[in-house]
């Protein structure tokens, strides 16, 4: 399916609006750096590229809409059984959050596409749980574990942590897979490695024998070798960003170029679409746009767009000039749906001719067809998002969610 929106588009806006508005099975890669439950605030330092960034990693149940939680129950109940699992509400909040926006990134998510969630010791074996639920266990495919080295302190109670955690989900089988790969620093490094005896055939090229299959032994040149590299493991050693770095930009918790750069490698071809639903300072945009990838970014805070243009400029020059918009994406892959207000009848008939809001019985033409997720925030014109309202909860509820209407009914 076509993307509904243009190459290099950088939307302001809660992530979960924006995505309800994408076609389905339209993105090749989603990579995502989404808060992690520190319980920290973060703020960049006045006079950086990215001052007047800040946002807050603590987490509460006011911070969650409930009907986020009915729509998992109802729909996802093996992901509603994890959620309940969650030791603390705030740890709940913070993966019922994550849990509504992961279902609609595995919507968008060709069957061909993966994903990279990044997060930290804090919430990543909870995540993991919500991951399985969403995407399967049959899906997953590694825990990668980026590892990065500072000044370590003696620490009273704990050991120092150095790494972060990269969850690499696929959407299916068969889902495109480039195995990393480092160069090798020099011939002597391969051949100390591999522990061979070098031989030289005919036309004086180098080789060492290796393991064919079948108790084969085959020839494998020096040269190829050279050329193919040391495949990588799960654990990847890429510095942190320091203070000097020119791809600074000051966000409280940029991610540096060689990290992003090769999770999109791995997991993507060329020309690909990449999103990343929380780009803060737009480093996996700038990653993808340097591979030859296309790409969108998603971010609530309004510098992300700045930051963006400010660093496309500095790869691209005076040509750099991404799509800036507010607004929510018009899904067009389902195809042309009935009016909501045909519905009416099916729906009075689920609802037993109840209100879906204060519960009362109507006659059926004294009920009103709602989109339960209005369109403005994303919401379509399918009958799984309308209801039935009375005309008092519907002027009531607006454009607003259910979660809205309940609080003002408790307070009549």
């Known amino acids: 399916m ?109 069957p061909t596409g993966s994903l990279f969630l990044h997060c930290d010791p804090t919430m990543s074996h909870y995540l993991k749980l919500v991951m399985d639920a969403i995407f399967g266990r049959g899906n997953f495919r590694n825990e990668i574990i980026w590892h990065y080295s500072g000044w370590n302190k003696r620490l009273k109670a704990h050991i120092e942590r150095r790494h972060d955690v990269i969850l690499f989900y696929s959407k299916a089988d068969g889902a495109v897979f480039h ?111 340097d591979l030859g990838r296309q790409w969108a970014g998603i971010d609530v805070a309004g510098k992300a767009i700045e930051l963006t243009r400010v660093r496309l400029r500095e790869e691209l020059g005076l040509f750099a000039n991404p799509i800036h918009r507010t607004d929510i994406p018009q899904r067009a892959d389902m195809g042309k749906l009935p009016r909501p207000a045909s519905h009416k009848k099916t729906l009075y008939g689920q609802q037993a001719g109840n209100c879906e809001g204060c519960g009362e019985h109507f006659q059926i033409q004294n009920l009103e067809v709602d989109h339960i997720i209005p369109r403005s925030k994303g919401g379509t014109d399918h009958i799984e998002n309308l209801q ?25």
């Not at 109802?74 to 969650?86: D, E």
């Not at 960003?241 to 992003?260: C, F, H, I, M, V």
């Open 2 to 110: 076509e993307a509904n929106f243009l190459n290099q588009t950088v939307w302001t806006g809660d992530c979960l609006d924006i995505l309800r508005g994408m076609n389905s099975e339209c993105v090749d890669l989603i990579c995502l750096d989404p808060p992690f439950n520190s319980n920290a605030n973060y703020a960049a330092p006045i006079g950086s590229q990215a001052a007047g960034a800040e946002f807050k990693d603590t987490w509460t149940l006011s911070d969650i809409d409930s009907e986020w939680i009915n729509l998992i129950e109802s729909k996802h109940p093996g992901l509603y059984r994890v959620l309940l699992a969650a030791m603390t509400d705030s740890d709940k909040s913070y993966l019922v959050y994550m849990a509504v926006r992961l279902l609609e990134m595995r919507r968008i998510l060709k």
């Open 179 to 289: 195995p990393p790969t480092r160069t090798w620093d020099s011939k002597e490094e391969y051949i100390k490695v591999r522990k061979q005896k070098v031989r030289v055939d005919e036309d004086g090229r180098e080789y060492v024998l290796s393991d064919g299959g079948g108790g084969k032994r085959v020839r494998r040149y020096l040269d190829e070798a050279m050329r193919y590299g040391v495949p990588l493991d799960d654990v990847w050693d890429i510095p942190k960003l320091n203070n000097s770095d020119k791809e600074r930009t000051g966000y409280p918790t940029q991610k540096p170029l060689a990290l992003y750069s090769r999770l999109i490698a791995t997991g993507s071809d060329e020309g690909a679409l990449v999103l990343d639903p929380f780009c803060g300072c737009a480093t996996t945009c700038i990653a993808a746009q």
């Open 388 to 412: 039935l309202l009375c005309g008092s909860c519907n002027r009531i509820k607006g454009n607003r969610g259910m979660e809205y209407l309940r609080v003002k009914l408790q307070l009549r």
